[in-house]
């Protein structure tokens, strides 16, 4: 949720989420989904025991996490929730403009679903975005390889698409940000793609569909988009 304003700021605007939106969203939205997933966290203590929990992240930022994405992103919303619960903070996701601009903000208006990311602190990535996260000591949840790497295709799995010189790195130095690498698995072992991009492409009707949705965001993303939304478990 954001303040109202002739300009948005999706930092400095942003209103946290109420218990009954929390509630909501991952007691009935996302139910089925954690009860599929069952994600578990770990991570290290100081001393290099791995515990089960976030015990081993900081209680204060700022602090960016920097990790890839599993398939669709699978990830991010047990991620949110884990630290919701266990840190009582906000972890706000650096996340593609195509999600915050044209035909996806009108689809997001219309399906209560997609709220959910932008209801809880997702932001357009961007240098002055993260800039005034890390200026407010915010918790950030940075993936360097991107969608490209959420809607990878066959063979892929768990490969990383990051580029050879992270942006962030001179950024969080500036701000003496803790810089937390994390990894998932699981995932992409129990899904399968059944027709990835290579293989709607040449589908006249997904073809044209995948073509349709591009056209409308040129400008703002470098390959195209697909959704394999046909994999089997």
């Known amino acids: 949720m954001y303040r109202r304003g002739r300009q948005r700021d999706f930092v400095n605007d942003f209103l946290p989420p109420t218990l009954s939106e929390f509630k909501k969203t991952f007691g009935e939205d996302f139910k089925l989904f954690n009860q599929l997933l069952s994600p578990v966290m770990l991570s290290t203590l100081k001393n290099g025991n791995i515990v089960r929990g976030l015990a081993g992240v900081p209680d204060k930022g700022p602090v960016l996490f920097v990790g890839y994405h599993q398939l669709l992103a699978m990830e991010v919303p047990a991620l949110v929730e884990g630290f919701l619960r266990e840190k009582k903070t906000i972890l706000r996701a650096a996340a593609h403009q195509v999600?915050?601009?044209?035909?996806?903000?009108?689809?997001?208006?219309?399906?209560?679903?997609?709220?959910?990311?932008?209801?809880?602190?997702?932001?357009?990535?961007?240098?002055?975005?993260?800039?005034?996260?890390?200026?407010?000591?915010?918790?950030?949840?940075?993936?360097?390889?991107?969608?490209?790497?959420?809607?990878?295709?066959?063979?892929?799995?768990?490969?990383?698409?990051?580029?050879?010189?992270?942006?962030?790195?001179?950024?969080?130095?500036?701000?003496?940000?803790?810089?937390?690498?994390?990894?998932?698995?699981?995932?992409?072992?129990?899904?399968?793609?059944?027709?990835?991009?290579?293989?709607?492409?040449?589908?006249?009707?997904?073809?044209?569909?995948?073509?349709?949705?591009?056209?409308?965001?040129?400008?703002?993303?470098?390959?195209?988009?697909?959704?394999?939304?046909?994999?089997?478990?």
Not at 167 to 180: D, L, N, S, Y
Not at 188 to 197: A, G, K, M, R, W
Not at 214 to 228: A, C, H, Q, T, V
């Open 99 to 233: 999600f915050f601009v044209g035909n996806y903000e009108i689809l997001r208006q219309e399906l209560s679903l997609f709220d959910w990311f932008s209801a809880f602190g997702a932001v357009p990535v961007s240098p002055i975005n993260t800039y005034k996260m890390f200026e407010r000591n915010e918790f950030v949840l940075l993936y360097p390889g991107g969608v490209r790497e959420a809607l990878h295709r066959k063979g892929e799995a768990y490969k990383l698409f990051w580029p050879d010189q992270p942006e962030f790195v001179r950024m969080a130095a500036r701000f003496g940000v803790t810089v937390v690498p994390f990894g998932c698995v699981g995932e992409d072992d129990f899904v399968e793609i059944v027709l990835d991009y290579n293989d709607q492409k040449n589908i006249p009707y997904l073809k044209d569909a995948i073509k349709s949705f591009n056209e409308d965001f040129k400008g703002l993303i470098r390959s195209d988009f697909y959704y394999p939304c046909q994999f089997s478990f």
